[in-house]
């Protein structure tokens, strides 16, 4: 299977957006993704941010690409969040653009391990971790799989714990339209 996205360029369109304000970091990053995937990228200036509530982390995410095998958002807090990653049946890979996360990982529990502006992690299908962001941090993150078989973990929380229908409609409503697109896209209507 085809991939849109090559890791090593979205590092470093993600090294772009490093040391600037929110907004310029944020405009940076969309506009080097749209240049280089234009028809794959939704670069309308007017972003709509959602909220993104997984497995006990609450932050906010603007989604830049969506499909059944690929996503690519740019996600992250203003005030720290900590949580569960979950355990996926796809890759995802986080390119750090501001602030730092912290993690440990079960089969190293003592070690301390932080990611940086700039840094590249990746949580691997079927791995975990548990993270911290102690303070502002945004990510540019590109997941690979199949991503509706991460849809009960992405959701549940929006449903089960803070049982808000508005934001699961949202986040539904917008993953669906670009996925639809996505989908006409690559078939050429």
Same mark, same amino acid.
């Given at each position: 299977?085809s991939?849109?996205? @090559? ?7 993600? #090294?772009?957006g490093?040391?600037? $304000?929110h ?11 749209a240049?280089?995937?234009p ?5 309308n ?5 959602l909220?993104?509530?997984t497995?006990?982390a609450t ?8 499909s059944?095998? %690929? ?5 992250? *807090? ?8 979950g #355990?996926?049946?796809?890759?995802? =890979? @986080?390119f +750090? ?5 912290? *993690?440990?990982?079960?089969d190293?529990?003592g070690? =301390?391990? /932080?990611?940086?502006?700039? @840094?590249? $992690?990746? +949580?691997?299908r079927g &791995?975990? &971790?548990?993270?911290?962001?102690p ?5 540019? %993150?590109?997941?690979r799989g199949f ?9 549940g @929380? ?16 917008t ?5 639809? #697109?996505?989908?006409? /896209? &690559? +078939?050429?209507?």
């Open positions: 299977m991939h849109v996205f @090559d890791i090593e360029m979205l590092h470093a369109i993600a #090294r772009q490093i040391g600037k $304000t907004d310029e970091m944020v405009r940076t990053v969309v506009e080097e993704a240049l280089v995937y028809a794959h990228i939704d670069s200036p007017q972003r709509r941010w909220f993104s509530l497995a006990g932050g906010v995410m603007t989604i830049l690409h969506a059944f095998s %690929e996503y690519l958002i740019i996600f992250g *807090t203003p005030v720290g969040t900590e949580g569960f990653s #355990r996926y049946r796809m890759d995802i =890979h @986080d +750090l653009l501001a602030g730092e996360i912290w *993690t440990y990982r079960q190293r529990c070690v =301390h391990e /932080v990611v940086r502006p700039g @840094d590249h $992690t990746v +949580l691997e &791995n975990v &971790n548990g993270f911290k962001i303070e502002s941090a945004w990510m540019l %993150e590109y997941g991503i509706p078989s991460a849809f009960p973990l992405i959701l @929380d929006v449903v089960f714990s803070a049982v808000d229908g508005t934001t699961l409609a949202e986040t539904v409503w993953y669906g339209k670009m996925a639809l #697109r996505e989908l006409m /896209v &690559n +078939l050429k209507f």
